[in-house]
């Protein structure tokens, strides 16, 4: 596609309940981000993808948060056992490269609620 | 880790004024500073990226610096418009294109 995109754009859950949310890079993108945003902060890195390398999950909060990608294309990042604190908008970015240097696009973001 | 900090976190002007945002970070090994804009319910929007061997970078209205060893960057809009209103984020990026972010100085420029 031309942009990234992501599904969906908002989401409204239930506390306890499993949430997954899906990003879609551009097209030949080998490297694909998910940041999290909470209310007026700025984005905290999560997770990084590059190629068929072992992901960096040094940014993931808890062992609630998981991220899978097949391959170079879609992502989906998944969220067990919501809670409050996870209310947030969760942001997904891609690039050709994870290398410093390459642009970096990023999704319109999905807006989580835990309610 | 990385820490940026951004300062003012708001900041209102009337139209036609120079304005400065100001971002810091405590970790100098960065690759470059990139800063970026956000609009309500949107992505960012890359506006200047500034490697680390480079002092400034311009685009139009807008001037960003880099002061790598101390840990500083400014974002200098000229002649602001109320178009320019929006979230401004600062980001330090590191060898992986993994950025750390501020919290943003949100701008509101007057009619």
């Known amino acids: 596609g031309a942009g990234v995109s992501q599904s969906p754009s908002n989401k409204v859950t239930e506390k306890g309940k499993d949430v997954e949310l899906r990003c879609d890079p551009i097209?030949?993108?080998?490297?694909l981000y998910w940041y999290r945003q909470r209310l007026g902060q700025g984005l905290e890195f999560l997770i990084y993808f590059q190629g068929n390398s072992a992901p960096d999950k040094s940014g993931l909060p808890s062992d609630r948060f998981s991220a899978e990608r097949t391959g170079e294309s879609v992502s989906t990042l998944t969220i067990q056992r919501t809670q409050q604190e996870d209310s947030a908008v969760y942001l997904c970015a891609s690039s050709l490269q994870a290398q410093a240097g390459n642009t970096i696009y990023f999704g319109e973001g999905s807006w989580l609620t835990v309610v | 880790k990385q820490e940026v900090t951004q300062i003012p976190a708001a900041l209102s002007v009337p139209e036609g004024e120079n304005l400065v945002l100001n971002c810091s970070f405590t970790d100098s090994a960065i690759y470059n500073l990139q800063w970026f804009r956000q609009d309500p319910g949107k992505g960012l929007t890359s506006l200047l990226l500034?490697?680390?061997?480079?002092r400034e970078q311009t685009s139009g209205r807008l001037n960003a610096s880099l002061d790598k060893s101390s840990g500083r960057s400014t974002l200098y809009i000229a002649a602001s418009q109320p178009g320019d209103s929006a979230t401004y984020l600062c980001?330090?990026?590191?060898?992986?294109?993994?950025?750390?972010f501020g919290s943003g100085t949100k701008l509101n420029v007057k009619p």
């Open positions: 500034i490697q680390s061997s480079q």
């Open positions: 980001a330090a990026g590191d060898n992986f294109n993994k950025f750390y």
């Open positions: 097209s030949g993108h080998t490297a």
